[in-house]
């Protein structure tokens, strides 16, 4: 079974996304902010991060660069609500070492199902 971490410090956004993935045959953890998922992530070795990019404190693509260094295997998809910074978010997403998957909140769960598959497909 895939592994999925989800983070986002909306608890009732991180844990409707741990459900849809969960229904969907993923094994899901949930983290609510950066440091914790960056804990969460060394110890339960996800396939795939699923991470809000604004968040209090360390944002998600801090998060997103500490994974990628630590858990080369891992895919990354981020999440951002803010319509207005998507193009920055997409532009540091380019820099990466690997593709990055983003797409805006609120997105339909088929949607984001067929995301995630695609970037676990590249594993």
């Known amino acids: 079974m895939q592994?999925?971490?989800i983070v986002d410090d909306d608890r009732l956004v991180a844990d409707t996304l741990t459900l849809i993935f969960e229904r969907n045959g993923f094994v899901a953890?949930?983290?609510y902010s950066a440091?914790?998922?960056?804990?969460s992530s060394r110890e339960f070795a996800p396939n795939l991060l699923l991470?809000?990019?604004t968040m209090p404190g360390r944002d998600g693509l801090s998060l997103?660069?500490?994974v990628t260094r630590e858990l080369p295997a891992c895919r990354i998809l981020v999440l951002t609500g803010f319509y207005s910074n998507l193009k920055s978010v997409r532009d540091q997403a380019r820099k990466?070492?690997?593709p990055l998957g983003v797409l805006t909140k609120p997105c339909q769960p088929s949607e984001?199902?067929?995301e995630a598959a695609a970037?676990?497909?590249t594993a």
């Open 3 to 5: 592994r999925v971490l």
């Open 29 to 31: 953890k949930t983290a």
């Open 35 to 39: 440091d914790e998922a960056l804990e």
């Open 51 to 53: 991470c809000d990019v």
């Open 64 to 66: 997103v660069e500490d």
């Open 96 to 98: 990466l070492s690997r």
């Open 112 to 114: 984001l199902l067929r």
């Open 119 to 121: 970037l676990l497909a």
